[in-house]
């Protein structure tokens, strides 16, 4: 693990392309910023944790088959 200091409105990056910024500190409570592009996700540890439980658990489903729709030809 990386251990960094950071003050108020310093930043670091990840990979040369996520930013992440320490936006404020209150009450020993840091604020930060994250800048990244729209094809890198960034969740929060508990989002993500539950994400990758619920996609496990779909895979482990047993899944209904759903009937055919009927096929429409051009007319």
Do not use: C, W
């Not at 693990?1 to 840091?30: H, P, Q």
């Amino acid at each position: 693990m990386l251990i960094l200091s950071r003050k108020f409105n310093e930043s670091f990056l990840i990979d040369g392309r996520i930013e992440v910024k320490v936006v404020r500190l209150v009450n020993g409570m840091v604020k930060l910023g994250i800048e990244a592009p729209r094809d890198v996700a960034v969740h929060r540890s508990e989002v993500y944790d539950e994400i990758r439980t619920r996609n496990q658990e779909s895979m482990m489903t047993k899944r209904i088959p759903v009937p055919g729709l009927a096929v429409m030809t051009p007319v």
